[in-house]
């Protein structure tokens, strides 16, 4: 398998815009992550699904952004409309169930810069 | 809820030093834990896991020991090279139905000099 695979690798937009992040997780994983990583802040989780279904989006910061996973091979996470503050690297993660499995696999990361 | 205290970097370390990042933790339950390594502009990898209390995890020479009794999971490497340079974060993962995230620590920077 050829991992969590992020796209894009780098965004950069302007104020106002609206962005999607988009995450293709391990092939028969069923729990996907969604993080958020600052300096000030570390790393953050915004939401995550099992099965498809979101379990825990309590870290979403705002209504500004939203997160979808339509299918098991597919998730994206939106921001509209983006802000400066935004701006952070956000990585996409995908684990499987099982005491013997509990470890989550992580993409590349998108960076995002708002200006 | 949830919670990993990791000790504060950034550390610095000559080659071939003995190496203890400390990491403790809070959870209900009989979580997982969990070492990761971010180099430079890549995600995050495992480097060791461990499931349940006295288990040890260990690659590439690193080694943590899942110490309920004391809620801990310290990372130790008794040689450390110059391509162990990179961000470090002690995670744990809850075992419950809804409280399946990962949480993480802060990250410890470690810099190791030739």
């Known amino acids: 398998d050829a991992g969590v695979i992020q796209s894009p690798r780098h965004e950069v937009t302007e104020m106002g815009q609206e962005v999607t992040l988009r995450c293709k997780p391990i092939?028969?994983?069923?729990?996907l992550f969604w993080y958020r990583q600052t300096m000030m802040r570390g790393l953050e989780l915004l939401i995550y699904?099992?099965?498809?279904?979101?379990?825990?989006d309590s870290g979403m910061p705002e209504d500004r952004f939203s997160a979808k996973m339509p299918n098991a091979s597919f998730s994206t996470l939106k921001i509209q409309p983006s802000e400066p503050r935004d701006s952070a690297v956000y990585f996409c993660?995908?684990?499987?169930?099982?005491?013997?499995?509990?470890?989550?696999?992580f993409g590349q990361g998108t960076r995002l810069t708002v200006v | 809820g949830n919670s990993v205290t990791q000790m504060e970097g950034p550390v610095t370390l000559s080659e071939e030093a003995f190496l203890t990042i400390n990491c403790t933790y809070t959870?209900?339950?009989?979580?997982?834990l969990f070492w990761y390594v971010q180099y430079p502009g890549e995600g995050l990898q495992l480097l060791l896991k461990?499931?349940?209390?006295?288990d040890k995890g260990s690659n590439k020479g690193f080694e943590a020991t899942y110490r309920k009794e004391t809620t801990s999971f310290h990372l130790e490497k008794g040689s450390v090279q110059v391509s162990d340079s990179a961000v470090y974060f002690c995670?744990?993962?809850?075992?419950?139905?809804?409280?399946?995230?990962?949480?993480f620590g802060t990250g410890t920077r470690l810099t190791i000099i030739p």
């Open positions: 092939s028969g994983h069923d729990y």
């Open positions: 959870a209900t339950g009989y979580p997982s």
């Open positions: 461990a499931t349940k209390a006295d």
């Open positions: 993660a995908s684990s499987a169930t099982g005491i013997q499995n509990t470890e989550a696999f």
């Open positions: 995670a744990l993962r809850g075992s419950n139905f809804g409280n399946e995230k990962l949480t």
């Open positions: 699904f099992n099965n498809n279904v979101p379990i825990d």
